[in-house]
Nanobody, 115 residues
């Protein structure tokens, strides 16, 4: 059974930092590209960052230079280091495979950035 468990969110002031973690089980983690997505209130879920099985990364323009995605294949875990957080980064953050997200999304982790 596939399971994605996100953690590490919280409330932070603008300019602050958070590191999110996502533990995956039930998939062959090291052969899959993984990604972080986010969904703000009233908005559609958007792709934030991707890391391939080889460690190549890509980011949406709005987070380039501020967020860093990484992975530990030994722990089946993907991370998102978020620096210089802004109120517009407030959202529920999810991880999943990319492309072709798995149908069973995790519960996500809430990130709230106060101005």
């Amino acid at each position: 059974q596939v399971q994605l468990v996100e953690s590490g969110g919280g409330l932070v002031q603008a300019g602050g930092s958070l590191t999110l973690s996502c533990a995956a089980s039930g998939i062959i983690f090291n052969v899959n590209a993984m990604a972080w997505y986010r969904q703000a209130p009233g908005k559609q879920r958007e792709l934030v960052a991707v890391i391939t099985s080889r460690g190549n990364t890509n980011y949406v323009d709005s987070v380039k230079g501020r967020f860093t995605i990484s992975r530990d294949n030994g722990k089946n875990t993907v991370y998102l280091q978020m620096n210089s957080l802004q109120p517009e980064d407030t959202a529920v953050y999810y991880c999943n495979r990319n492309p072709l997200p798995l149908p069973s999304w995790g519960q996500g982790t809430q990130v709230t950035v106060s101005s």
